[in-house]
Each structure stands twice: as C-alpha cells, then as structure tokens.
C-alpha cells in the first residue's frame, strides 16, 4: 500500500512541479508527511527522511524537464549556472540545519513560507513592476512569439537570492523552485514561461548537489525511491508538456493556489 500512495505522490509531484517550475518537493513533502506520519501508512517516515526523498526525485523530475524545456528554447541556461552557484553553500547549511527539526516545527515554518510565497503572488498584480534589478543589472530578451520581453539582474544580487533559496531546499527539500520563480518573475521579470524552465535546470543542478549532503547525512530511505523516482520522472514529462498548452497568466495562478493551499495545509499540521 505504501508503494502505491508514494507512486501516485510522486506521479503528481511531477506534474504540478514540472507545469510550475517547483521541482514537486512542495507536492511530495508534505504529501509523505501526511500520509506518513499523520495517518500511519508509510513506515519510518521522519521530516529528515521525507527531505532525502524528495532530493533525490528532484534530481529525476528536473533532468526530465529541463530536456523537454530544452525543446522549446525556454531554458536560459547562464542564468541557470549563476543562480546554482549561489545555491550551492545555502543548499549544504540547510541539510545540516534540518537536522534539528521534528516534526510539528518542520510543518509548521513549511506552511508559513508557502504562504508568504503564494501572497506575494496573489498581489503581484497589484504592485508596480520592480524595475530596478533589470535597470540595474545585465539585460535580456525573449520573444515568445506574442510579446517581446526584457528582464534580468545584478549578478551579486543574484547570487545572494539564490544562497537564501538553496538554504530552505536543503532544509525543507523543496528544490527552490517555489521560492526562485516568484523572484525571478516579481523582481527580474523574466517570462513565466523562461522562469519555469530556468527554474527546472536549477533544480537539476542543486539537487544533485542537496543529495550528496543527505546521503551522507543517512537521510535517504533508498527502498521507497523505487516507487517514487519512475513516476516522478513520467510526471514531469506531463507537466512539461501541459505548460507548452498554457499561457502566462494561468501559469502564475496555478502556482498561487497550489502554494496557497499546501502552505496552510501545513501550518494546520504544525499546530494541531
């Protein structure tokens, strides 16, 4: 039973990670936690063991997008590289923090992130778009046929975002992507098409890197990365391609609601 609840969490985090740009960690964490720990149904489910999981599958769903990205030119590959590099220390701090945490905590500030996320997405429409990182740093251009876009960054900025980004992949095993495609969409500009994409590469690149430190960590529970693994992979195939029949602005609503309710989901686990 366990191996069928873990294939279809997988299947879906793959999904809703790859049509996103998440990388399926906000889908597979609290998923696992759930029917893990909450309802009993997976043994020896801890936070620490669900984190090593879901490195590991992020390593498989972003492989399999960035190739289907790759396809349809969404995938800016130098940014990819500078937001990795600045990633690469927060990523291994945070496995190292997540030591610490048990499980209520662990719901509890995942929830609470989530939810900042998905409200800085909900009123993104409201705010004026923030100009000076793209005047003020090295310009891009994309033209996704329809609209020609102009966006980009300070790369000492950058790298500092993404320090702050790799830390809270390597404590809550959430690949970034959830918190690098709000950035890269509210404070560069980039296209949300280009943030998804870019945002899958990255997550390749620094859960490859997050995996190593919870390997070593013993954080791995190796037997139920054979359900996982297989059916995320399949999922974020899917999800790469329902992102070429969507625009933008559904893209964006997607990714509020999907962070909206799994962080509440989560800080109701934390505190009850």
Not at 31 to 43: Q, R
Not at 92 to 110: Q, R, T, W
Not at 170 to 179: H, M, T, V
């Amino acid at each position: 039973m366990e191996w069928i609840i873990l294939a279809i969490s997988g299947l879906f985090s793959g999904i809703v990670g790859a049509l996103v740009g998440l990388g399926g960690g906000v889908i597979l964490v609290p998923a696992t936690l759930f029917f893990g720990a909450s309802l009993g149904m997976i043994p020896n489910i801890t936070p620490q063991s669900v984190v090593g999981l879901s490195v590991i599958m992020m390593i498989f769903t972003g492989l399999s997008s960035t190739l289907s990205y790759m396809k349809t030119k969404t995938v800016d590959f130098k940014s990819g590289f500078i937001f990795f590099i600045g990633s690469i220390p927060g990523t291994i701090l945070g496995a190292f923090v997540n030591k610490g945490l048990d499980l209520p905590s662990f719901n509890l500030y995942f929830g609470i992130l989530l939810v900042i996320l998905s409200t800085l997405l909900l009123v993104r429409d409201r705010l004026s778009p923030v100009r000076w990182f793209v005047e003020n740093g090295k310009q891009k251009s994309f033209n996704d046929g329809n609209k020609t876009y102009v966006y980009g960054y300070p790369i000492w900025f950058a790298i500092l975002l993404t320090f702050c980004v790799g830390f809270a992949s390597g404590l809550f095993g959430i690949g970034g992507g959830s918190i690098i495609v709000p950035a890269m969409i509210l404070l560069f500009l980039f296209p949300p098409h280009v943030a998804v994409g870019t945002s899958m590469f990255m997550v390749f690149l620094s859960a490859m890197v997050n995996s190593v430190t919870h390997i070593s960590l013993g954080n791995v529970p190796w037997l139920y990365t054979i359900p996982v693994v297989p059916a995320a992979y399949i999922g974020a195939k899917i999800g790469a391609k329902l992102n070429k029949k969507l625009n933008s602005d559904t893209l964006v609503l997607a990714l509020r609601i999907v962070l909206l309710l799994l962080g509440i989901r989560s800080i109701i686990d934390g505190l009850f």
